[in-house]
């Protein structure tokens, strides 16, 4: 029988690409690259396995015609880049990397949450800049977070990991999510449920944590800006899209907003104009995951979904972690 062909759409680490080589013909791009529907259906021709990541997107129209593609690992817990209906309607296996960088997505949240109440990126670029003739009293004054309210969208895993760091810095933490988590795990997080508008209202902080859909599309925009307190930071690491980014500019232009954390944007890699002109929000390329050992989990994952989705090595049949499982039974 021949090998099944897996195609990797980017540079991955070479041991993971090593070790899809021992099940499969692997053809492992070197460079990262956007590609449009027709140039990505194109490129998944010919193979029975892809492992893509979060650029490239599956839809029907990809697919249409591709009779041999049968399992997919996306590199990334967050799959909007998926139309997983499309997918499960082709028999085809999508699995996504979860758990494995709840961590290191948690203590980025609370980087970019420090960085912009402190104003630390602002006060380094004037520092650069040759401003500085002094320490001065009355310069740079940011807001605290110690003692103030968390507030946290989206209560799923990382979002827990998030609020567990909030008791070292003696913040209580207010949540919303689709489902209410139950009592056991509030209290070990420490995080008191509410509804949407008190948790705009009453948290002097609040990151965005929850996944993209259509409903979520823009859950923060300028009527939820205009509930926030006008000193508050706003830290996005979820998805662009959540957050109406016009709207986030023009709150943050006006003072009707503290500041903000970003590091995922609507539409990006292209950043909203307006968010570049403004100094209070911090501006991050979608690293949130990015350290060295969460990258390799990840991708490990992927690797270990893609080679058990196509049937081989010791979780042969058993992805570790499928998004449409349905599909293993048909
Ligand atoms: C994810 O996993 O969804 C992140 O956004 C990419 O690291």
Known sequence: ?????????????????????????????????????????????GFDGALLGLNDRVD??????????????????????????????????????????????????????????????SAERWLRAGQWHGMRFDD???????????????????GQAIARRAQGFGMPVLYHNRHRLPESLEQSCGARYVDKPTLLRESDHLVLVLPFTSE??????????????????????????????????????????????LDVFEGEPAVHADLLALENVVLSPHIASATEDTRRAMATLAADNLI?????????????????????TR
Request: proline letters at 5%.
């Open 216 to 261: 979520n599309r823009h859950a923060i925009g300028a009527a939820e800006l205009a509930l926030m307190k006008p000193r508050a930071v706003l830290v996005n690491i979820a998805r662009g899209g959540i957050v109406d980014d016009a709207a986030l500019a023009s709150a943050l232009r006006d003072g009707r907003l503290g500041a903000a954390g």
């Open 60 to 121: 029907a129209a990809v697919l249409e015609g591709n009779n041999r593609l049968k399992a997919i690992a996306n590199l990334g817990v967050g799959y909007n880049n998926l139309d997983i209906a499309a997918i499960t309607r082709a028999g085809i296996i999508a699995s996504n990397t979860p758990e494995v960088l709840n961590e290191s997505v948690a203590d980025y949240a609370w980087a970019l949450l420090l960085v912009a109440a402190r104003r630390v990126n």
């Open 1 to 45: 029988m021949s090998k099944q062909r897996v195609w990797v759409s980017r540079p991955l680490f070479p041991e993971i690409v090593t070790k899809l080589e021992q099940y499969f013909v692997v053809v492992a791009e070197t460079a990262d690259q956007k590609r449009s529907t027709e140039q990505l259906k194109k490129a998944l021709a």
């Open 140 to 158: 740079w004054l940011g807001v605290d977070l110690h003692g103030k309210t968390l507030g946290i969208l989206g209560m799923g895993r990382i």
């Open 308 to 328: 058990a989705a196509l049937g081989r090595g010791p979780q042969s049949g058993h992805p570790p972690t499928p998004i449409n499982p349905e599909v293993l």
